[in-house]
């Protein structure tokens, strides 16, 4: 199940962040709108946003992996939402103030692929697992990993303590 929310009619969550604040690259801000054209599709299958998804993908991405990447996300959202038990949260793709803001849902969602892609599947584990809620999480690390190789490769090796603790509000550091 998933719900969309409106940031900017209410006051945002402890564990919501700005997507400007955040490490994700802009493979994975293409990829996180995407996916959250995908999950509007979920929550209002009468909007057809799916068409959306893979317009996002097409534009971001070269046009041979365009579509490929839109379906990997899919998939990879798809078996996130089996693994839960509670709503997705999510904000929608489509309006501004709300795509500037990164629920704790798509946080964990996008940090667990930005760890996947830089070859550190232990984090990338966690973060799936805290999403899927101590559920069942292989079928969502196949996707995942899917995923994050149908992606062009990141320019960074590795994200430092200050690009985590702007995912994580809150955290020690």
């Known amino acids: 199940m998933t ?7 209410q006051r945002l969550g402890p564990q919501d962040s700005l997507l400007d604040q955040s490490p994700l690259d802009a493979a994975e801000r293409t990829c996180l709108e995407t996916i959250r ?3 509007h599709s979920f929550a ?5 946003a799916w068409m959306a998804a893979f317009r996002c993908a097409d534009a971001g991405f070269a046009p041979a992996t365009g579509p490929l990447i839109a379906t990997q996300a899919m998939r ?4 996130v939402r089996k693994s839960r038990i509670s709503v997705f949260h999510f904000n929608s793709a489509a309006c501004p103030p709300c795509a500037a803001v990164l629920t704790e849902h798509e946080r964990r969602l996008m940090l667990a692929l930005h760890w996947a892609r830089r070859g550190h599947p232990a984090r990338a584990r966690l973060e799936l697992m805290l999403l899927c809620e101590g559920n069942e999480i292989a079928h969502a690390m196949a996707r995942l ?4 190789r149908a992606l062009p490769a990141p320019a960074d090796a590795a994200s430092g303590p200050a690009q985590t603790a702007a995912l994580h509000p809150g955290a020690p550091r």
Do not use: G
Not at 44 to 48: C, K, L
């Open 44 to 48: 209002a299958p009468q909007s057809q």
């Open 3 to 9: 719900q969309h929310r409106h940031p900017h009619q």
């Open 37 to 39: 054209h995908m999950l």
């Open 145 to 148: 990993t899917a995923l994050s």
């Open 76 to 79: 990879y959202i798809d078996e």
